[in-house]
């Protein structure tokens, strides 16, 4: 595979644990969508944990299906439940949970379509992340290894009690995982099979301050959160080592206080010879300065 890790990858591990990380589309997609491969970045470190990529389009897997321990879906958009149903019936895999007896693998989601409203989907997931899925994800997985040998029923009423996990018909309330940006979330492999071609993406805000009516990701990232200036900084340097494309992700990054900053900091590594291209995930008309013009524009 045509991929570049930017992380120590442990290979050949003596995992007791298998995990498939589950995209609904295709493998470009999937390569592009920043929140699943940093999910999978951090069970590919876990050394009792084996996990592997499948997306709608992956034709062989390294894990017989049958040895699949967990199946976590990333679930970004409504039409995405049309690939997750077409998945699990490749595997043979019953789609509703109460058809799932102990020897199929648990399957549950986690994204902004569940977070917003969990409820239409609560009858094909065995239990749904509510929220920031970026240390959940590990805990929850961690938590299931560690109580592989009990029922499933047993399995889920742990879960529920665990902060940010919905188990239906379990669960009597559900308090959302939300965690502060101390660390940058960015592309942990680089490829160019990507729908957006080795290019390396940089989260540097989450949430935003407008709640307008029509946007879901205002709302579901409250409070808003900045990745602070020097974190930013280090990760730009640690993408260049291996790309010249990079790409800040946020629903309003202008918003970072100081986003000005970041950009004067890669204009001017472009002025002084080096070939780099940015790009943007959104960007408001009423922020939009010379120096960020220049930026995008060079």
Partial sequence: MNEIYLYNRQLNKESDYNVWMGFPGPKSFALSSLGFMWLFKSLDEEPNIRVERICSDTKITEINSK????????FSFDMDFISIFSILDKYNIPLKSKDREENYPLIFA????VTANPEPYKDFFDFIIIGDGDKCNLEVIKLCRENREKSKKELLDILAAYEGVYVPNVTKKVNKCHYD????????IISEESFFPNTFIIEVSRGCFNRCGFCVASYLNLPVRFVDYETIISNIDLGLKYTNKIALLGALISAHPRFNDICSYIYNRIQNG????????????DAITPKVIKTLSV
């Fill in 181 to 188: 940006l101390s660390e940058c979330v960015y592309t942990p």
């Fill in 110 to 113: 986690g994204g902004p379509v």
């Fill in 67 to 74: 040895d699949v321990n967990a199946i976590c879906f990333s």
């Fill in 274 to 285: 080096e070939n780099i291209e940015m790009s943007v995930s959104s960007l408001r008309a």
